[in-house]
């Protein structure tokens, strides 16, 4: 769909029709759900293990920082100090397209 020229002085409007507009909308939103982020947070119980998926969930990955809630302290502190870089590691193994810096763990399941 073109786009209006911005000094467009004709006698046709200028509006857009929905059913024109939504099939481009549907199209972005398809491939948006099936990006490589989001294939990221769905398969971060594989990456884990089944045992630590349970107490863990991938929130969110914005700005190359992957956000994932921990049900206690404990398992915060093991991850964070023990297992943090061979869990980049796998991740930048397994998507080497995303740029993966760092892992935030946040207590609260």
């Known amino acids: 769909m073109k786009r209006t020229p911005r000094y467009y002085d004709g006698n046709l409007p200028t509006g857009k029709k929905l059913k024109d507009l939504s099939s481009n909308i549907l199209f972005e939103l398809k491939a948006n759900s099936q990006s490589k982020t989001f294939l990221l947070l769905r ?4 990456i884990v293990g089944r ?3 349970l107490y863990t969930k991938a929130e969110s990955f914005v700005g190359g920082v992957l956000t994932v809630h921990v049900k ?3 398992l915060l502190s093991l991850l964070a100090e ?3 870089y061979t869990l980049i590691k ?3 193994q397994k998507f080497p397209e995303i740029t993966i810096k760092d892992i935030y ?3 609260g399941y």
């Open 43 to 46: 398969e971060w119980p594989e």
């Open 51 to 53: 045992k630590i998926s």
């Open 72 to 74: 206690n302290s404990t």
């Open 82 to 84: 023990h297992e943090k």
């Open 90 to 92: 796998k991740l930048k």
């Open 105 to 107: 763990f946040k207590i």
